[in-house]
T-cell receptor
Framework: GESVGLHLPTLSVQEGDNSIINCAYS??????FIWYKQESGKGPQFIID?????DKRQGQRVTVLLNKTVKHLSLQIAATQPGDSAVYFC???????????FGKGTRLSVIA | NAGVMQNPRHLVRRRGQEARLRCSPM?????VYWYRQLPEEGLKFMVY????????ESGMPKERFSAEFPKEGPSILRIQQVVRGDSAAYFC????????????FGQGTRLTVV
């Protein structure tokens, strides 16, 4: 079946460095993607989204890159801070009236 | 503008009891999604509802589970005759439109079946 997966289950980054979290998706028809951040005991928090007609989108300290050729999505966090420590999920919205499909998540640990 | 509100935050039920989880979407949002999450795992889709309609319930078990989103009031996820395997975090998300739009999550209800 269709699925969204992540390359790395855990990522440790030094405070101040940049973080890159990767995601592979398998549904070539997906045309909308979202990155969520989930802190312990809390609900997923919307970070940034991107539509399939774009390759790159920037927010505050975050950038999402979409490579439709290889069906790959990445989240870049600049100058990673301790408050960035969380589990990050990518989610895809297959075309049509369908719900978001989530990957398993990557745990980001920021080392002070 | 309040976010998605879920209650209760924590719910303990004995095996065989019923669990009712409530979700009030953000103002102006008429699309609600329910997801289930086990520890250290991703979110698994359960059901997608619009006001008074179930759009997609492909992720919801056929027995014991039901969901509604009435014209007035919150969306309800109901689990009858709970078993230990139902213990999980249940998250609700709401969106203004059904597809290709931002979906915002509540803080979840953590159900523990003892």
């Amino acid at each position: 079946g269709e699925s969204v997966g992540l390359h790395l289950p855990t990522l440790s980054v030094q405070e101040g460095d940049n973080s890159i979290i990767n995601c592979a998706y398998s549904n070539s028809a997906s045309d909308y993607f979202i990155w969520y951040k989930q802190e312990s005991g809390k609900g997923p928090q919307f970070i940034i989204d991107i539509r399939s007609n774009m390759d790159k989108r920037q927010g505050q300290r975050v950038t999402v890159l979409l490579n439709k050729t290889v069906k790959h999505l990445s989240l870049q966090i600049a100058a990673t801070q301790p408050g960035d420590s969380a589990v990050y999920f990518c989610a895809e919205n297959p075309s049509g009236n369908t719900p978001l499909v989530f990957g398993k998540g990557t745990r980001l640990s920021v080392i002070a | 503008n309040a976010g998605v509100m879920q209650n209760p935050r924590h719910l303990v039920r004995r095996r065989g009891q019923e669990a009712r989880l409530r979700c009030s979407p953000m103002k102006g949002h008429s699309h609600v999604y329910w997801y289930r999450q086990l520890p250290e795992e991703g979110l698994k889709f359960m059901v997608y509802l619009q006001k008074e309609n179930i759009i997609d319930e492909s992720g919801m078990p056929k027995e014991r589970f039901s969901a509604e989103f009435p014209k007035e009031g919150p969306s309800i996820l109901r689990i009858q005759q709970v078993v230990r395997g139902d213990s999980a975090a249940y998250f609700c998300a709401s969106a203004r439109q059904g597809t290709n739009t931002e979906a915002f999550f509540g803080q979840g209800t953590r159900l523990t079946v003892v």
